[in-house]
Nanobody, 120 residues
């Protein structure tokens, strides 16, 4: 069983930076993609950034130029560096890992979320 635990969320002012971390515990046969989503009140959950096993990175338009996703070589931890934060970045940020377990089944794992609040 894979568990994801996010950390790093906080209340900050517009223009500040935050670094979110997501630590994975438990084993999985292979990981295909790791990423960050966010959900603001009253809105649907949306992709912020993702990184594939091969290192291909995708950003939401709102994140381009301000956010950077990275991971450690062991693929245990995935990070989201967020710079120049804006009030509209306020949301619960969720870490996700997609992969294949040892029985060959695909799974999408989610963390419990970490709150990011940006004041103007």
């Amino acid at each position: 069983q894979v568990h994801l635990v996010e950390s790093g969320g906080n209340l900050v002012q517009a223009g500040d930076s935050l670094r979110l971390s997501c630590a994975r515990s438990g084993t999985i046969s292979s990981i295909t993609i790791m990423g960050w989503y966010r959900q603001a009140p009253g809105k649907q959950r949306e992709l912020v950034a993702s990184i594939t096993i091969g290192g291909s990175i995708k950003y939401a338009d709102s994140a381009k130029g301000r956010f950077t996703i990275s991971r450690d070589n062991a693929k245990v931890t995935v990070y989201l560096q967020m710079n120049s934060l804006k009030p509209e970045d306020t949301a619960v940020y969720y870490c996700t890992v997609s992969g294949i377990d040892y029985s060959g089944q695909k799974h999408d794992y989610w963390g419990q979320g970490t709150q990011v609040t940006v004041s103007s």
